[in-house]
């Protein structure tokens, strides 16, 4: 997981109790669920996982010859070879994690460190915002809306929009 438990606590504004690590409480652990519910949202959404790391892939290269990593942004390329042959020819968008090579059909064998060392801050808020978003719909499963007296609710479907704001700026773009 990119962020902590500790980092959402302090965006909701809870007390972090004083306990080990081995010691969660049931919402914690709810917490957690949540925390990691919302990153993978936000990786289907962008398109890529951002977990920093080294990385190796074995993808097929299609027609079009722009191959898309499961990592990015990508850092750099330790070794790239093109059915068990070392290449430099290929284009790569670091942002992105694609890399414009044409050898349709043929595989790729590759190894390259890709994601956020430190993830940006304003990633972490669209994560924290929709894990936010779960923790405040518990009860509401299956609900558009509910009305009582003069009070009445809305329940937003998807991501919560300013979440999906903030997401624009690292969504991948497909070429």
């Known amino acids: 997981m990119n962020v902590t438990l500790e980092e959402f606590k302090a965006y909701l504004q809870l007390e972090n109790d004083e306990q080990t690590p081995e010691e969660l409480t049931p919402e914690d652990e709810l917490l957690l669920s949540l925390l990691d519910s919302a990153e993978k949202q936000v990786i289907n959404y962008i398109g890529y996982d951002f977990t920093y790391g080294l990385h190796k892939e074995l993808l097929t290269i299609p027609g079009s010859g722009y191959v898309y990593l499961s990592f990015a942004p990508v850092e750099e390329i ?48 669209a994560i924290f915002i929709i894990a936010e978003s779960l923790y405040n719909l518990r009860g509401t499963a299956g609900m558009t809306s509910e009305k009582l007296s003069t009070y009445s609710a ?22």
């Open 78 to 125: 330790i070794t790239l070879k093109v059915n068990g042959v070392d290449t430099k020819g290929y284009e790569l968008f670091t942002r992105d994690g694609v890399i414009h090579i044409f050898y349709p059909g043929c595989f790729l064998d590759i190894e390259y460190t890709a994601g956020f060392e430190e993830i940006p801050e304003d990633l972490k808020i």
């Open 154 to 175: 809305q329940y937003i479907s998807g991501l919560p929009p300013v979440a999906e704001t903030i997401l624009l700026n690292y969504k991948r773009i497909v070429i």
